[in-house]
């Protein structure tokens, strides 16, 4: 399966949102953080001609957590590491 995971979104007033990822040890798409407050504007071409870079931004930190696995089988509860 592919899947995209969004970078960067703009309303139409020009204020915009970055999302940046990382990939985890299991191959997938973490997020890292995400700046906002950014601005951007354009001339009648669809050229930037000036743009405000996000200074506002959350970063996410992950640790490890232990999960046990607990399943049933033939009505017995089995648990595991």
Same mark, same amino acid.
Do not use: Q
């Given at each position: 399966? =592919? #899947? %995209? ?7 139409? #007033?020009?204020?915009? @949102?970055? !999302?940046?990822? /990382? @990939? $985890?040890? =299991?191959?997938?798409? *973490? %997020?890292? $953080? @995400?700046?906002?407050? &950014? ?5 009648? $071409? &669809?050229?930037?001609?000036? +743009?405000? /870079?996000?200074? #506002?931004?959350? *970063? ?9 696995? +607990?399943? !049933?089988? #033939? &009505? /017995?509860?089995?648990? &595991?590491?």
């Amino acid at each position: 399966m =592919l #899947a %995209l995971a969004e970078s960067f979104v703009i309303d139409t #007033a020009g204020n915009y @949102i970055e !999302f940046s990822y /990382r @990939i $985890n040890r =299991l191959g997938e798409c *973490d %997020l890292s $953080n @995400i700046k906002y407050t &950014g601005h951007k504007k354009w001339d009648e $071409n &669809g050229n930037v001609t000036a +743009e405000e /870079r996000p200074f #506002a931004v959350v *970063d996410f930190i992950y640790e490890a957590a232990p999960r046990s696995v +607990e399943s !049933f089988v #033939a &009505g /017995r509860r089995i648990t &595991g590491d």
